[in-house]
């Protein structure tokens, strides 16, 4: 037989954004804990959650706990004292010593425990499940010993409907629970799960956020499309509407027109935006060519007996309110150009150890100006004005009051100054992108300029010792070197960021410690890129591969001067070649020869990275691999300047059968010599060269040690 456990934590409102994970770790660590009693439910564990409820069923849960065979218990020696004996049977409850086999001349006890009934562990079960709880932030609090996020008001646990009792302190563990707090007054009282959900529902209470988040979502498009506009998407808002409430009213106010108006008379649709979404909540209703419309929408948690008019009426005074300090900082903020704000930059501290915002400014001015010829279609003058501009808008009263409006407010207060529409856009685009999911600017001066101020703070900050820990990141550097990336693949730059690193840190210290510098900054996007190309799929030795080609042997390869684009493309290319029978079976010959030589090298104390004797290739497979080897060396160097991988990798594939037909009969280690002009030489030594050989060339195109098996 199998039972139902029905567990209810009623509180106060737990904020939306650990509602989430909360009811996903409910649900792990009830299942942990009902596993480590041998207590195994027959189905996946349900799991609920509301503003105000945390809420676990279990079913198919049996009556009792499995039996277990615990490991013998060894006792004393055969012979050994009487009173030993019974002392060792009486600690186990057996009665006779017959009751133990014997072993190694000592008595084992075969223990069995019997599984217990269910409901007598379940409160055991519960309370380590609460206990293992943790959240972001938690309290304790006067009624109960256990923390909590917020204030326990009620508990319900139910077994097949039996009460289990918790040891809360004053909290009441019983079958009782409240509905929604102002649609339904009182105690519900609840027979089990089914019974819980009915009586919630009937109660106002959503208890399913799956069906709460579909409930909103449709009735922002019903309500939006009946007045013709639509809603602007937004997944996160929609989310924490969804915790924020548990009866979901979807509602419509009116924005006063004013505000809606042609700039400069109105506001920005991003100050619109911004001011409803971030404060208040609400969603943006769009026009259908996309412009704003003088409406928005939100979601109640209550109903009302003038179908929420009241409530509307309420949240359009609030907005208004919120939407005029906008308008005044708007207005006050254009009188003053951008030029003009670039001087209170120096009031402004961008770090204690880094100065103020201005020097920050300069140096982006300079950099920018440096970085203008690696772009494609960059005016160095645009890219200057841009950098130099870039900041000043965190002086302005509208950024002040919306801090997440910087740049977006620049590029408005720039084009009212008659900057040229370039420039205001690299001024609007140069924080992004802002995380994996974020547009990467194309545009050349808005490239140019988020480069900048990204270079600049990873070298001003790791100048100053503030680089990122394990644990912490307070500066956004990971950001920062991924955003790097980003904007150099994404838009197929063709530049050494080594270099940039250099000119950089050259801000901060002399020539020598800059290059120091740099290198540490190199290391650390290096780091950035592994994780965003193994995001992409891309193996670490395949990108390690890649990242060192080059001829290892004569040391030519420099992973300073690694083009990232480059080095994507001949990842994309080995990544395909090493897939393919001839790559893998190249890949295993390569390996072969690269341990015969490495192992022969080390036992010599010599390298056989010398030129092959082509006058003492003894075997006609000798022969046909140099032949092969000395004819691929030209095309290989063309291919690779080209950067035509795919033609360079397929070139390699030729080497498999001379390698193969090589490997199957030339013995390497030979004793055999011969004299040459009179002087006697190794064979042994020449085709360890000709191994050598086989190693050199196909580094030329990755450095195939990198790879594993």
Same mark, same amino acid.
């Given at each position: 037989?199998?039972?139902?456990?029905?567990?209810?934590?009623?509180?106060?409102?737990?904020?939306?954004?650990?509602?989430?994970?909360?009811?996903?770790?409910?649900?792990?660590?009830?299942?942990?804990?009902? &596993?480590?009693?041998?207590?195994?439910?027959?189905?996946?564990?349900?799991?609920? $959650?509301?503003?105000?409820?945390?809420?676990?069923?279990?079913?198919?849960?049996?009556?009792?706990?499995?039996?277990?065979?615990?490991?013998?218990?060894?006792? =004393?020696?055969?012979?050994? =004292?009487?009173?030993?004996?019974?002392?060792?049977?009486?600690?186990?409850?057996?009665?006779?010593?017959?009751?133990?086999?014997?072993?190694?001349?000592?008595?084992?006890?075969?223990?069995?425990?019997?599984?217990? #009934?269910?409901?007598?562990?379940?409160?055991?079960?519960?309370?380590?499940?609460?206990?293992?709880?943790?959240?972001?932030?938690?309290?304790?609090?006067?009624?109960?010993?256990?923390?909590?996020?917020?204030?326990?008001?009620? $508990?319900?646990?139910?077994?097949?409907?039996?009460?289990?009792?918790?040891?809360?302190?004053?909290?009441?563990?019983?079958?009782?629970?409240?509905?929604?707090?102002?649609?339904?007054?009182?105690?519900?009282?609840?027979?089990?799960?089914?019974?819980?959900?009915?009586?919630?529902?009937?109660?106002? !209470?959503?208890?399913?956020?799956?069906?709460?988040?579909?409930?909103?979502?449709?009735?922002?498009?019903?309500?939006?499309?009946?007045?013709?506009?639509?809603?602007?998407?937004?997944?996160?808002?929609?989310?924490? $509407?969804?915790?924020?409430?548990?009866?979901?009213?979807?509602?419509?106010?009116?924005?006063? *027109?004013?505000?809606?108006?042609?700039?400069?008379?109105?506001?920005?649709?991003? $100050?619109?935006?911004?001011?409803? /979404?971030?404060?208040?909540?609400?969603?943006?209703?769009?026009?259908?060519? @996309?412009? =704003?419309?003088?409406?928005?929408?939100?979601?109640?948690?209550?109903?009302?007996?003038?179908?929420?008019?009241?409530?509307?009426?309420?949240?359009?005074?609030?907005?208004?309110?919120?939407?005029?300090?906008?308008?005044?900082?708007?207005? +006050?903020?254009?009188?003053?150009?951008?030029?003009?704000? !670039?001087?209170?930059?120096? +009031?402004?501290?961008?770090?204690?150890?880094?100065?103020?915002?201005?020097?920050?400014?300069?140096?982006?001015?300079?950099?920018? @100006?440096?970085?203008? &010829?690696?772009?494609?279609?960059?005016?160095?003058?645009?890219?200057?004005?841009?950098?130099?501009?870039?900041?000043?808008?965190?002086?302005?009263?509208?950024?002040?009051?919306?801090?997440?409006?910087?740049?977006?407010?620049?590029?408005?207060?720039?084009?009212?100054?008659?900057?040229?529409?370039?420039? *205001?856009?690299?001024?609007?685009?140069?924080?992004?992108?802002?995380?994996?999911?974020?547009?990467?600017?194309?545009?050349?001066?808005?490239?140019?300029?988020?480069?900048?101020?990204?270079? #600049?703070?990873?070298?001003?900050?790791?100048?100053?010792?503030?680089?990122?820990?394990?644990? /912490?990141?307070?500066?956004?550097?990971?950001?920062? @070197?991924?955003?790097?990336?980003?904007?150099?693949?994404?838009?197929?730059?063709?530049?050494?960021?080594?270099?940039?690193? !250099?000119?950089?840190?050259?801000?901060?210290?002399?020539?020598?410690?800059?290059?120091?510098?740099?290198?540490?900054?190199?290391?650390?996007?290096?780091?950035?890129?592994?994780?965003?190309?193994?995001?992409?799929?891309?193996?670490?030795?395949?990108?390690?591969?890649?990242?060192?080609?080059?001829?290892?042997?004569? @040391?030519?390869?420099?992973?300073?001067? +690694?083009?990232?684009? &480059?080095?994507?493309?001949? *990842?994309?290319?080995?990544?395909?070649?090493?897939?393919?029978?001839?790559?893998?079976?190249?890949?295993?010959?390569?390996?072969?020869?690269?341990?015969?030589?490495?192992?022969?090298?080390?036992?010599?104390?010599?390298?056989?990275?010398?030129?092959?004797?082509?006058?003492?290739?003894?075997?006609?497979?000798?022969?046909?691999?140099?032949?092969?080897?000395?004819?691929?060396?030209?095309?290989?160097?063309?291919?690779?300047?080209?950067?035509?991988?795919?033609?360079?990798?397929?070139?390699?594939?030729?080497?498999?059968?001379?390698?193969?037909?090589?490997?199957?009969?030339?013995?390497?280690?030979?004793?055999? /010599?011969?004299?040459?002009?009179?002087?006697?030489?190794?064979?042994?030594?020449?085709?360890?060269?000709?191994? *050598?050989?086989?190693?050199?060339?196909?580094?030329?195109?990755?450095?195939?040690? &990198?790879?594993?098996?």
């Amino acid at each position: 037989m199998t039972g139902e456990l029905l567990l209810e934590l009623l509180t106060e409102e737990i904020p939306a954004r650990m509602q989430g994970r909360a009811v996903e770790d409910l649900k792990r660590h009830l299942n942990e804990w009902l &596993q480590t009693h041998r207590i195994r439910p027959e189905s996946p564990i349900a799991g609920y $959650v509301t503003p105000r409820r945390l809420t676990v069923i279990a079913t198919g849960i049996p009556a009792q706990q499995t039996e277990s065979t615990a490991p013998p218990r060894r006792g =004393p020696r055969v012979g050994a =004292p009487e009173t030993a004996i019974n002392g060792f049977l009486r600690s186990l409850g057996l009665n006779s010593i017959d009751q133990c086999e014997v072993r190694d001349n000592y008595y084992y006890a075969k223990i069995r425990p019997v599984g217990r #009934d269910t409901i007598d562990v379940l409160s055991d079960v519960v309370a380590a499940t609460l206990t293992s709880m943790s959240w972001p932030k938690s309290m304790r609090y006067p009624a109960s010993p256990l923390r909590w996020v917020r204030p326990l008001n009620s $508990v319900i646990c139910l077994f097949d409907g039996k009460v289990i009792n918790l040891d809360l302190g004053q909290v009441p563990v019983d079958r009782f629970t409240r509905g929604h707090r102002f649609l339904s007054p009182g105690k519900i009282k609840v027979a089990d799960a089914a019974d819980y959900r009915a009586k919630l529902a009937r109660a106002h !209470v959503v208890l399913d956020r799956a069906e709460r988040r579909a409930i909103i979502e449709r009735d922002l498009g019903k309500l939006a499309a009946a007045e013709g506009l639509t809603f602007k998407p937004d997944e996160g808002l929609l989310e924490e $509407v969804t915790g924020l409430v548990e009866c979901p009213v979807v509602l419509m106010g009116d924005i006063d *027109a004013d505000f809606v108006r042609p700039l400069p008379d109105g506001l920005p649709p991003e $100050v619109l935006a911004t001011a409803m /979404r971030t404060h208040q909540k609400y969603f943006s209703c769009l026009n259908p060519d @996309g412009t =704003p419309a003088p409406r928005f929408l939100f979601v109640a948690n209550n109903l009302t007996p003038d179908n929420g008019k009241t409530i509307a009426a309420g949240n359009e005074r609030v907005l208004r309110a919120r939407l005029s300090d906008a308008k005044f900082f708007w207005d +006050q903020d254009l009188k003053v150009s951008l030029e003009d704000r !670039v001087e209170a930059l120096k +009031q402004r501290v961008y770090h204690e150890k880094l100065g103020s915002v201005y020097d920050k400014v300069e140096r982006m001015e300079k950099l920018a @100006g440096y970085l203008a &010829q690696f772009v494609p279609g960059a005016d160095p003058s645009l890219c200057r004005r841009a950098a130099r501009l870039a900041k000043a808008d965190l002086s302005t009263g509208m950024v002040g009051e919306f801090p997440e409006l910087q740049g977006i407010m620049g590029r408005y207060y720039a084009l009212n100054d008659g900057e040229a529409s370039r420039i *205001a856009d690299a001024i609007a685009d140069h924080y992004k992108p802002l995380g994996p999911d974020d547009s990467c600017p194309t545009a050349p001066e808005s490239v140019i300029v988020a480069l900048a101020d990204k270079v #600049d703070a990873l070298a001003a900050f790791f100048s100053a010792a503030e680089k990122p820990t394990g644990s /912490r990141d307070p500066y956004a550097l990971r950001r920062a @070197g991924l955003g790097i990336i980003r904007l150099i693949l994404e838009n197929g730059l063709r530049f050494r960021i080594f270099n940039s690193f !250099v000119w950089s840190a050259k801000f901060f210290s002399d020539d020598k410690k800059a290059i120091s510098l740099a290198e540490e900054l190199f290391n650390f996007i290096i780091d950035r890129l592994n994780i965003y190309l193994r995001g992409r799929g891309f193996e670490y030795d395949v990108i390690a591969a890649a990242l060192y080609a080059g001829d290892v042997s004569t @040391g030519t390869m420099k992973r300073m001067e +690694q083009d990232f684009t &480059q080095l994507v493309r001949r *990842a994309e290319a080995l990544r395909r070649f090493l897939s393919s029978d001839d790559g893998a079976n190249l890949l295993a010959a390569y390996q072969r020869a690269s341990n015969i030589v490495r192992e022969e090298e080390r036992r010599d104390n010599h390298s056989y990275d010398e030129p092959v004797d082509a006058e003492l290739l003894d075997l006609p497979e000798e022969v046909a691999l140099y032949q092969r080897l000395a004819g691929m060396t030209v095309t290989l160097t063309a291919f690779l300047e080209a950067e035509r991988f795919d033609r360079a990798m397929g070139r390699l594939a030729t080497l498999r059968h001379p390698v193969d037909e090589f490997f199957e009969k030339v013995t390497v280690n030979t004793d055999k /010599r011969v004299m040459v002009a009179g002087v006697e030489k190794s064979l042994r030594e020449n085709r360890l060269r000709l191994l *050598a050989r086989i190693r050199a060339t196909m580094n030329q195109v990755a450095d195939f040690s &990198q790879i594993e098996g």
